[in-house]
């Protein structure tokens, strides 16, 4: 049961673009959702974060739309860079007032490639 | 520089033996994590533990096992009843305030790719 997925696994931008990773989820409990982004061959590093509290977070180039009704989220990035060609998993946990919040389930993964 | 540390990066594994993968952290956190990548797989977790002396099982525990005797370092033990264990491993580490949403990234290591000879 995938319960956090990402349908694309490659997606290919010019340098300069706007950059867009999709991913749903279908557990209605998950209240705290990540994105990582991966370089071959090193652990995944976390670039933002989202509450289900919120809608939007930004970070510099970096926003995180939620929307829980249609439980999806997506990760734009503006302007894309050739630097930001790597694999971005979103991960998602449900943990309020639990012990075992920090538990994280992840997508499968999108292959980004920024194009010079 | 605070971090976590993987070793060693490639481990190669005879049939019918175990081996043990390190995994360090300087970061102070309480929590720490395994999981196992797959090509074209996300992160599936394997083992987690919230504090010393104290762990869980994951979503793919079996053919595993771990111990959590010191805050810094949780180490993971492949053991010949896991049946398929080439893959990359990944250790992570979070911190998880008490009482409290954890409402805290995990922060990875480099991970290890363990090989079957």
């Known amino acids: 049961d995938q319960q956090v997925k990402q349908n694309s696994p490659s997606l290919s931008v010019q340098e300069g673009r706007i950059s867009i990773l999709n991913c749903d989820y279908t557990n209605s409990m998950f209240d705290y959702f990540l994105w990582y982004k991966k370089y071959p061959a090193e652990g995944p590093t976390f670039l933002i974060s989202?509450?289900?509290?919120?809608d939007k977070n930004e970070d510099g180039r970096f926003t995180v739309f939620l929307n829980k009704s249609a439980k999806h989220l997506s990760l734009h990035i503006v302007p894309s860079q050739p630097g930001d060609s790597a694999v971005y998993f979103c991960?998602?946990?449900?943990?309020?007032?639990?012990?075992?919040?920090?538990?994280?389930?992840f997508g499968e993964g999108t292959q980004l490639t920024v194009n010079p | 520089d605070g971090g976590i540390t993987q070793s060693p990066k490639y481990l190669f594994r005879k049939e019918g033996q175990n081996v043990t993968l390190s995994c360090e952290q300087n970061l102070n956190h309480d929590a720490m994590y395994w999981y196992r990548q797959d090509p074209g797989q996300g992160l599936r977790l394997i083992y987690y533990?919230?504090?010393?002396?104290?762990?869980q099982k994951g979503d793919i525990a079996e053919g595993y096992s771990v111990s959590r005797e010191k805050k810094e370092s949780f180490p993971l033990t492949v053991t010949s009843a896991q049946k398929n264990p080439t893959a990359f491993y990944l250790c992570?580490?979070?911190?998880?305030?008490?009482?409290?949403?954890?409402?805290?990234?995990?922060?990875f290591g480099d991970g290890t790719r363990l090989s079957i000879l």
């Open positions: 533990s919230q504090i010393v002396n104290d762990f």
């Open positions: 991960a998602a946990s449900a943990g309020r007032g639990e012990t075992s919040g920090s538990r994280l389930t």
């Open positions: 989202i509450s289900s509290i919120k």
């Open positions: 992570a580490s979070s911190s998880t305030p008490q009482g409290m949403f954890s409402n805290q990234p995990q922060h």
